[in-house]
């Protein structure tokens, strides 16, 4: 069964901003780091960011241009929720955006390490 869903997608101008959700049933929750990954059509999927299990740590991709000063991770335990605040989207941006969970409590940035995956949303970003 989907253990994750992720929402939040759509089509935005470039400049504006989009928050993303990703709502687990797991019951293991409030014990797994989380991450958001993205995949562009014909490109792979890459990092974007990551949660620990309490959400006193976090980790954003090194390679992504600017992604620490516009998108940021969040999560809400009781919601068993975490979300990605995106702002000053750009036409680059446009992916489908994955949320993700692993058996471990810190973040980190490697596709491997995660276990359980989203079936992911769409964002796209006009010019």
């Known amino acids: 069964q989907v253990q994750l869903g992720e929402s939040g997608g759509g089509l935005v101008q470039a400049g504006g901003s989009l928050r993303l959700s990703c709502t687990s049933s797991r019951r293991t929750f409030s014990s797994e780091a989380m991450a958001w990954f993205r995949q562009a059509s014909g490109k792979e999927r890459e990092f974007v960011a990551a949660i620990s299990y309490s959400g006193d740590s976090t980790y954003y991709s090194d390679s992504l241009t600017d992604v620490k000063g516009r998108f940021t991770i969040s999560r809400d335990n009781a919601k068993n929720t975490i979300h990605l605040q995106m702002n000053n989207l750009r036409p680059a941006d446009t992916a489908v955006y994955y949320c993700?969970?692993?058996?471990?409590?810190?973040?980190?940035?490697?596709?491997?390490?995660?276990?359980?995956w989203g079936q992911g949303t769409q964002v796209t970003v006009s010019s």
């Open positions: 993700a969970a692993r058996d471990g409590l810190l973040p980190v940035p490697n596709l491997i390490e995660y276990n359980y």
